[in-house]
């Protein structure tokens, strides 16, 4: 019987083929894992806050006016001679109410202002001077770094002895985040230009507006390396210089199918596009993260049948119901705007809430701990056979599919995005219809889960198997937040071994028999071998090295302006440790020797947007590029493309290779 502190003894329910103390344990580790699943419902309810999140910027919907902010170039002095030093004022008057972040923020991951000049010929750019930040704090955005009301940037330059004379016209931008009191907008760019002339070295000059260079420090003027363009790799084409670019207003993205096949994607009808979220839907059982919940799905409906098919149905409907209510939150904020798909997985307190939670979870199957719980915990019990445990479990359930969109899954948000907001949460809805579905499949036909054991000392073996399984899960979240790169994956191998190595154990102790003791050695194989094999794929460590490697480069919005400017191919990759699926493109097409080497052979200037943490200026290119977001996503940039082109969800290395070649072509047209 269960300890209960109200002094009054509980019968347990009397199920046939099922011994009481292993009830006892069963009900123990469910009503446990019930009260953290609790703690999912409200972390999913906190999704609104997502707007005060831990690094402080929201990004809003639309870009600023252009009102907003100006800018303006002066030089310090009427005319430019050969081997002379000059400054120029980078003005920047920011209107009232708005502020930018500073060019040093107390945040690494809000944007800094920076300027950036174009070539010049006989013109070495030196490194700028930018006036300190004001420390301001604000109810919604805390404690940040920004700029207010008039900002001069001062940039440095340096004539060669042998500039020829006659008009220079000098170009540059300037990038920056604006921001209000409440929220901040994607990061955006404004170009500034100034007319000058080089004249000989004996000719009188004067100054010009000295009052804009009364804060210019002559003795900190230090040298930078010239802004050259990047050397060309053979057989790649020119780079061409163009003017400077405002990303935030590229045209709508082409889907990687569209671009090759020349033609746009027929528009689904509604109908059409509720079958394909359905489907979608359905692909996310096969998501790694919720795999171990089928099986333990499957055992409660079949327990709960032998009592009574009805109730099993029921319990299957309302696990059903709360597993669509997360869809119902997600449909409200991603068609609101405040929210992309997975988006959740890049706050460390979401992502170490559901930690906490699989960990208890993954105790409670092991029998670990036995726990005396208040008085008004038992009149919830929230286990297998309780409604509210079966709607609890159906929200864990959903939440771990979410860190990455299953196939079809993209398409369908875009469409919804374009529907009246009822038709398009219908949509969303239905994707956690189909989601749902095999579990109420399970609760209406519990006969499917007859093979699995239910009496004697198997059902506990087997719990303990799942355990390990959903420990496995808790450990690739957690590591993946405190170790960079895929090496994480190496952090869930200890946990396979051990897995198998109890595998076995157990079975030896229980029976001798040949069947038995090969059915275990199968699956201690299968469990120690799989985590092995994952950790070894992701990282390469097998792989020859061949010297093909690519160079990533983290995405900053400064870098990824100046590479498109210089008409290169970008390549941005959106990718984030929590994503399973991003790190299966990850560890197959980046890891293609043939696709290294024509990247490279192409000068593909690569990005790499990494969303395990909140990367705000890369969250505001992924919005641009799909506003509902999801992740992986692949987009591609280059000279003669009209509109960027997305690879979403995932891809093979014959899909990228083809959107790169056929780039090129269209570059050399």
Not at 398 to 416: E, K, N, R, S, Y
Request: charged share 15%; proline share 9%.
């Amino acid at each position: 019987m269960l300890s209960n502190p109200s002094g009054r003894a509980r019968r347990l329910p009397q199920f046939p083929n099922i011994p009481p103390r292993a009830w006892s344990a069963y009900t123990h580790c469910t009503m446990v894992c019930g009260i953290r699943i609790f703690a999912a419902l409200i972390a999913l309810s906190s999704f609104s806050l997502i707007t005060v999140d831990p690094v402080r910027c929201l990004l809003a919907a639309s870009p600023p006016d252009s009102d907003r902010v100006t800018v303006e170039a002066h030089l310090d002095r009427t005319a430019l001679q050969p081997g002379q030093q000059a400054v120029i004022a980078v003005v920047i008057d920011i209107r009232p109410g708005f502020h930018a972040q500073s060019h040093k923020p107390l945040d690494p991951d809000l944007v800094p202002l920076t300027i950036s000049m174009d070539d010049a010929p006989g013109v070495t750019v030196l490194a700028p001077q930018y006036p300190p930040g004001e420390i301001h704090e604000y109810p919604l955005l805390g404690k940040v770094s920004v700029y207010n009301g008039r900002v001069v940037v001062y940039q440095p330059i340096r004539l060669s002895d042998a500039a020829q004379t006659g008009r220079l016209r000098l170009t540059g931008a300037v990038s920056f985040q604006l921001c209000d009191d409440k929220s901040c907008y994607p990061p955006q760019t404004a170009a500034f230009a100034l007319e000058t002339t080089i004249i000989g070295t004996d000719q009188p000059i004067s100054k010009n507006r000295p009052e804009l260079f009364a804060g210019f420090d002559p003795s900190a003027v230090t040298e930078l390396r010239p802004a050259t363009t990047p050397a060309r790799p053979p057989g790649a084409a020119a780079a061409v210089q163009v003017p400077p670019i405002d990303w935030t207003s590229d045209p709508d993205p082409v889907t990687a199918e569209e671009f090759l096949s020349q033609q746009l994607r027929p528009r689904w009808s509604y109908g059409l596009a509720m079958a394909l979220a359905f489907v979608a839907g359905l692909l996310f059982n096969i998501m790694p993260c919720v795999l171990p919940v089928i099986p333990l799905k499957a055992i409660g409906f079949y327990e709960i049948a032998q009592h009574s098919r009805l109730k099993s149905l029921a319990f299957g409907g309302v696990f059903s119901l709360g597993l669509i209510s997360v869809f119902a939150v997600l449909a409200v904020l991603i068609l609101a705007g405040h929210l992309t798909w997975g988006q959740q997985f890049s706050k460390p307190w979401f992502v170490w809430g559901i930690v906490v939670i699989l960990l208890a979870m993954s105790l409670g199957l092991f029998g670990l701990f036995e726990v005396q719980l208040p008085a008004a915990v038992y009149s919830i019990t929230p286990r297998h056979d309780t409604f509210t445990g079966n709607f609890l479990f159906g929200i864990l359930t959903a939440i771990l599919a979410t860190p990455c969109t299953a196939p079809l899954l993209p398409g369908v948000l875009a469409f919804a995005l374009t529907q009246p907001p009822l038709a398009g949460a219908l949509l969303v809805l239905m994707v956690g219809v189909g989601m749902a579905f095999p579990y109420f499949l399970l609760s209406a036909l519990p006969e499917l889960a007859r093979r699995f054991p239910r009496s004697g000392p198997w059902p506990g073996v087997f719990k303990q198997v799942m355990g390990f399984l959903v420990l496995g899960t808790a450990v690739y979240f957690g590591a993946g937040r405190l170790i960079h790169g895929n090496g994480f994956y190496w952090a869930i191998v200890p946990v396979g071994l051990a897995a198998a190595v109890f595998l076995i154990w157990r079975v030896r102790r229980l029976t001798s028999t040949v069947r038995a003791t090969t059915i275990a050695c199968i699956i201690a194989v299968v469990l120690a071998g799989g985590p092995l094999w994952l950790a070894i794929h992701m990282t390469g460590i097998l792989r020859p090295r061949s010297g093909e490697e690519l160079a990533w480069r983290p995405f900053t919005v400064a870098d990824f302006i100046e590479a498109r400017r210089q008409g290169r191919v970008v390549l941005v990759k959106f990718t984030a440790n929590w994503c399973s699926t991003c790190q299966y493109v990850e560890g197959t097409v980046f890891r293609d020797q043939t696709v290294l080497r024509r990247l490279q052979e192409a000068g593909v200037v690569a990005f790499k947007a990494d969303l395990t943490a909140a990367n705000p200026p890369a969250d505001a290119l992924l919005r641009r590029l799909n506003p509902a977001g999801g992740i992986p996503l692949t987009a591609l940039y280059g000279r003669g493309l009209a509109r960027p082109v997305k690879i979403e969800s995932v891809y093979d290395s014959a899909t990228l290779l083809s959107v790169i070649d056929r780039i090129q072509k269209m570059g050399r047209g």
